[in-house]
């Protein structure tokens, strides 16, 4: 062995038993692992296969709006716990992207994208990562924030030597905890937060650029051209739910021309700001979702078919029905019309659900499944399933 494998090795060994307490990492429901992947053993984003040669597009990659003068194409994702006694979260209504996606247990995780890198607020509580988020921000070639991961995520990240910002690699250099929130009640593992500098100092740490993504996350509308609104129906109020405790409504403000998100039955806020979340796309897929190890009573680890399946656009009150296609871990998410065209998604903030076919009966548009406004027949929500929620479990 050569002194570049010992040390990061010996940094993990040293910092393992503080991280280990600190995080919470084996709190039931995590999965997380500790991995064994070096900082300067897998390859810098710059470097990974995964993104085609190229300059970037001249655009911002997550909105689809002109790049702000000095303004690098890049992406940051942070992984965001969702849990009802994590929250609220910070720094989630400055992020120009969200994907919200369930893990174990019925609860879901987010993973909040920022395309300005020097910009990034407070964000958190950040927590592990899962495979199926990872495969959403990896193609973008996306710095990747997180604490810990499941063995799945671990094994992704190696197979394709990426390198991410892991708390358990880096603790205090690139995480800080919040003694004011510990104080208050919350668990420790809801009390680590990341920002501009922190990440900063992670990238500089792991020799990161944080630049050189050749694709955007949508074919957007040109950002000089109108909107292009949907016409397949309304969708003035877009509720459906992920599982039986994880009920999520997004309802359409039209004075501010946003949708605002409601989850678990309360407004979704930023603890920094005090907004409730709000974005200008919605978009609502579902693919088949099963256990990893269905034989195991111990293993409640999700996995997703994200090849492909279909879903609904939502923007402006109103909707269409979409199909998508991703393929691979390293292959984006492309999104097609009812034609097989390449959809065309309007420039702003966009939110993401990825939900289990089992669910999709759930989906609601203003009371109404959206099957029911395309075939004419108008079912209510009185004849949906699941879309009221229980309590959601405490993991």
Request: charged share 15%; net charge negative.
């Amino acid at each position: 062995n050569n002194g570049k494998e010992l040390k990061p090795v010996k940094r993990m060994i040293a910092f393992a038993l503080a991280v280990m307490l600190a995080f919470g990492m084996t709190a039931c429901g995590d999965n997380t692992s500790s991995g064994t992947q070096s900082a300067s053993s897998a390859s810098a984003p710059g470097a990974s296969p995964l993104i085609p040669d190229g300059p970037a597009p001249e655009i911002n990659l997550i909105t689809g709006e002109a790049l702000a003068e000095g303004l690098a194409a890049g992406v940051t994702g942070v992984m965001v716990n969702n849990i009802t006694v994590a929250r609220p979260q910070r720094g989630l209504s400055r992020a120009q992207m969200l994907f919200e996606i369930k893990v174990e247990g019925g609860i879901t995780r987010l993973l909040a994208l920022y395309a300005d890198k020097d910009t990034v607020p407070q964000v958190g509580p950040v927590r592990s990562a899962r495979d199926q988020h990872l495969q959403c921000a990896m193609p973008l070639n996306s710095v990747i924030v997180h604490i810990g991961t499941s063995i799945y995520a671990e094994n992704l990240l190696n197979q394709y030597q990426y390198s991410t910002i892991n708390g358990m690699y880096l603790g205090s250099t690139s995480f800080v905890f919040d003694e004011a929130r510990s104080a208050a009640g919350y668990a420790n593992e809801h009390c680590w937060y990341t920002d501009a500098a922190l990440i900063a100092a992670g990238m500089e740490k792991l020799g990161l650029s944080g630049t050189g993504a050749s694709q955007a996350l949508f074919d957007f509308v040109a950002h000089d051209a109108q909107p292009v609104v949907p016409a397949q129906g309304d969708a003035a109020d877009v509720a459906f739910s992920f599982s039986d405790s994880g009920a999520v409504t997004l309802t359409y403000d039209a004075a501010a021309a946003k949708y605002l998100k409601t989850a678990y039955g309360a407004p979704q806020v930023d603890e920094s700001t005090g907004a409730q979340l709000a974005f200008d796309n919605v978009l609502v897929l579902f693919t088949d979702i099963k256990l990893k190890n269905p034989d195991d009573p111990n293993n409640l680890v999700t996995d997703f078919a994200m090849s492909s399946g279909t879903g609904y656009y939502c923007y402006g009150g109103k909707f269409r029905a979409v199909t998508w296609e991703k393929g691979n871990p390293e292959d984006p998410l492309r999104l097609k019309d009812e034609n097989g065209a390449a959809l065309q998604v309007n420039v702003g903030k966009s939110y993401v659900a990825i939900v289990g076919k089992d669910r999709e009966g759930t989906l609601l548009f203003g009371g109404v499944s959206p099957t029911g406004v395309i075939g004419g027949e108008g079912a209510s929500s009185d004849a949906q399933s699941g879309a009221a929620a229980s309590a959601e479990p405490e993991l």
